[in-house]
């Protein structure tokens, strides 16, 4: 329970709260009153213990039971009921408002009649409905059903999880230590600056053509980059048309999963530049862009392991992190709800205590700390090793971050180092009773998934910028698709009058007696006219498709798409691996603990061919009209739309 302390804005908006017993505080108005308050950083939170209990202690033990992890079943949609709330069987006819007999009734008319009188009463209580908050910048999007409820214990990553850093200040001054390390290492940097706009999230590096590509889904290279010159469709086609980026050849793809690649994406490709101009000598590096990529990556190691960069950021974290109030309460409710929470970081102790000061602790209601949060925190945790083997487990025992060995991980403990086996085992629970939460798709979100079979989220800052662009452009992608289909229509005509003067030359009749019945100029002069029309509608669609995604990146388009209608490669990695994925972590505010996330339909390729004849079968019954009796379009489009 909380309730206002201080702030009489906050009270006089919100309404006067007095501290009353768990049992008689209004829980909907409460939860609105700390969850949405605009004023929250500047109200004082008096807080009660919290307790899972506390719902029961006010609806009453004795009306509702929780599925326990015991009595479990699996609901129609594969999902696990463990902590679904259930109605008590001595209570099915004793409930209020005429009992049982208010549910009378086809189960369709008595669902229609609640879910209006739901929305209804959530606009009565000022909660967003669940569309509001889906259809968002700040929704949680699911690829795979996840159900909340029967989720035990929930880890989170913490640098750009639990809190975001300012790109251009963090990976600004990564880039400029790497840029220190490679002067004293003889190569040329001077004139060069950190252009955070070079790269996105989800490009992948070749190492050995010294250039940065996008794919798309199935590995094909949309666009290209060499050193910070775009190339130009024809030289992708030329140069890649014939390979697929593979990821599991590491000796020469390097995937850009985090935005802390970010920085050394930007010095390779000026690298690059500065070895195809010989400005770098035989004597610094090997000259070819395998070695130019090692050194790069040398250096910014460099920066890291020195600790000069991370001593930086802790004396002025204010420079460097860009606080969400929110976040802090999300978690709140998550410990509320029952989940156990955890920590699972590569970053040391002493970095991770003073980072999560600073972005959680003045947030908290009253003397409430961040590790009062967590059930358990693991430092150094070596991700991704941490989900793949095990690692010697030491507790941190001092605020000095002394450390001893230790056999076994308990609840409340920090811990350095260790593995994900353990804190199952310690917590008694496993695989999908666990969801996990980060940024990088391959050390946080991939091998928890496929060695422990964890459930996972995504955390992608860039969604809620992508997702603004997309409505942005939805005029100019309609123009695009437009013409587009515009060509489709003449191309249609010019392949079957191309078709009939090519038969006509062999002597064979047309596809129908009036094509056969054309004559040679007619025939001739309308297909001159369509190739006309054709190479003009090419004019003005290339450069529209080279344009499209400008509003996220005039280089790279958008971070989910490649091309007009297919998906990057980074949008299939994180619908195979991410069961859900969103902007940030206190867009989980916006939802419940116990949300059902339900993934959407998948559309296939003929969807819409098949949508399209359920309409016309509907056509035929209504007018009794015979198919032959229509006119047929023929088409030779396979795209789906």
């Not at 629970?429 to 995504?458: C, F, M, N, P």
């Not at 498709?545 to 998906?567: C, I, Q, T, Y």
């Amino acid at each position: 329970m909380y309730v206002a302390a201080s702030a009489a804005e906050g009270l006089s908006r919100w309404g006067v709260y007095r501290e009353l017993p768990m049992a008689a505080a209004p829980m909907a108005k409460t939860t609105s009153f700390y969850r949405r308050n605009p004023l929250l950083d500047r109200v004082s939170l008096v807080r009660a213990k919290p307790s899972f209990s506390c719902f029961c202690a006010l609806a009453g033990d004795d009306v509702f039971s929780v599925t326990s992890a015991t009595q479990f079943d699996v609901d129609y949609l594969g999902q696990s009921t463990k902590g679904d709330l259930n109605v008590k069987s001595d209570h099915l006819d004793s409930f209020g408002l005429g009992g049982r007999s208010a549910l009378e009734g086809p189960i369709e008319e008595v669902a229609r009649a609640e879910a209006g009188e739901a929305e209804d009463l959530l606009r009565h209580l000022g909660i967003p409905g669940p569309f509001s908050s889906r259809y968002s910048p700040r929704g949680i999007f699911c690829s795979r059903t996840l159900n909340l409820r029967s989720i035990s214990a929930i880890g989170y990553d913490m640098d750009y999880t639990l809190m975001h850093y300012n790109v251009m200040a963090w990976e600004g001054r990564a880039y400029e230590y790497c840029m220190d390390n490679l002067r004293n290492m003889g190569f040329p940097v001077d004139g060069l600056a950190f252009d955070p706009n070079l790269v996105i999230r989800g490009l992948v590096i070749d190492k050995e053509k010294g250039n940065l590509v996008k794919p798309d889904r199935f590995g094909y290279v949309k666009r290209a980059m060499h050193g910070t010159t775009m190339l130009s469709t024809r030289a992708v086609t030329e140069m890649y048309g014939r390979e697929l980026v593979d990821l599991r050849n590491e000796s020469r793809w390097v995937f850009l999963n985090t935005l802390f690649s970010v920085s050394e994406a930007v010095a390779f490709m000026q690298m690059v530049d500065r070895l195809d101009e010989g400005a770098i000598s035989a004597e610094i590096v090997p000259l070819h862009y395998k070695g130019l990529y090692k050194a790069v990556g040398k250096a910014l190691f460099k920066a890291h392991v020195e600790g000069q960069l991370k001593h930086e950021i802790m004396s002025k974290p204010e420079l460097f992190v860009e606080p969400d109030p929110e976040m802090p309460l999300a978690l709140l409710d998550q410990k509320e709800a029952g989940k156990k929470l955890l920590l699972i970081t590569n970053s040391d102790y002493h970095y991770t205590d003073k980072m999560m000061q600073h972005s959680f602790n003045k947030f908290l209601p009253n003397d409430m700390g961040w590790r009062d949060l967590f059930d358990m925190v693991i430092v150094s945790a070596r991700k991704p090793e941490f989900f793949q083997m095990s690692h010697p487990l030491y507790e941190v025992v001092t605020d000095e971050g002394l450390m001893r060995p230790c056999f076994k991980a308990c609840t409340g403990g920090l811990y350095s180092g260790g593995s994900a086996q353990m804190i199952e085992n310690s917590l008694k629970i496993h695989g999908d009773e666990i969801l996990y939460v980060g940024d990088h798709i391959h050390t946080d979100v991939s091998q928890s998934k496929v060695h422990l079979r964890w459930r996972t989220a995504l955390i992608c800052r860039e969604l809620e910028e992508e997702y603004n662009a997309l409505i942005r452009s939805s005029s100019h992608r309609a123009t695009v698709i437009d013409l587009i289909n515009q060509k489709e229509v003449v191309g249609d005509l010019f392949n079957q009058l191309r078709l009939a003067l090519q038969r006509r030359t062999k002597g064979r009749p047309a596809q129908t007696l009036a094509a056969t019945n054309m004559d040679n100029q007619g025939l001739t002069e309308t297909m001159q006219k369509l190739l006309l029309v054709m190479q003009r509608l090419d004019e003005k669609i290339a450069p529209m498709l080279e344009a499209d995604g400008e509003h996220f990146s005039k280089r790279w388009g958008f971070l989910s798409r490649a091309g007009l209608w297919d998906k990057s490669h980074l949008m299939r990695q994180i619908e195979k691996y991410a069961d859900i994925y969103t902007s940030r972590v206190s867009n989980f505010l916006h939802y419940t603990p116990f949300m059902y996330f339900h993934s959407q339909e998948q559309t296939l390729a003929h969807d819409s061919y098949s949508w399209y004849q359920s309409q016309f079968n509907g056509l035929m019954l209504k007018t009794r009209v015979k198919p032959e009796d229509l006119p047929v379009k023929f088409t030779d489009s396979n795209d789906g739309h």
